[in-house]
């Protein structure tokens, strides 16, 4: 089993940027592909990014492409997505997942975290 517990969302706003984490307990850390999708009202859960089991290889909705990066840190198990130039549509909240790679629909996530509100105002 794998436990996964976000953090650091919060109201922001246009313009600004927010971080957040990704505690993950349980089983090795390194074995699953990380990922991070969102959720806003009345719409259906989505992708946002993506990092392989090694951190070599990334991938991004298009959406969130050059403002959003995704990163691990192995020591401590956590998984970060770090927000730039936060736009209103960016408002969701924002789920951990673990998984296979490429870990770009629901379908290949094993594992999700509770889940984390992000509210950007314009």
């Known amino acids: 089993q794998v436990q996964l517990v976000e953090s650091g969302g919060g109201l922001v706003q246009a313009g600004d940027s927010l971080s957040l984490s990704c505690a993950v307990s349980?089983?090795?850390?390194?074995?699953?592909?990380m990922g991070w999708f969102r959720q806003a009202p009345g719409k259906e859960r989505e992708f946002v990014v993506a990092?392989?089991?090694?951190?070599?290889?990334?991938v991004y909705a298009d959406s969130v492409k050059g403002r959003f990066t995704i990163s691990k840190d192995n020591a401590k198990n956590t998984v970060h997505l770090q927000m730039n130039s936060l736009k209103p549509e960016d408002t969701a909240v924002y789920y951990c997942a673990a998984g296979s790679w490429p870990l770009t629909t629901q379908y290949e996530a094993y594992y999700w975290g509770q889940g984390t509100q992000v509210t950007v105002s314009s």
């Open positions: 349980g089983r090795t850390f390194s074995s699953y592909a």
């Open positions: 990092l392989n089991w090694s951190g070599s290889s990334r």
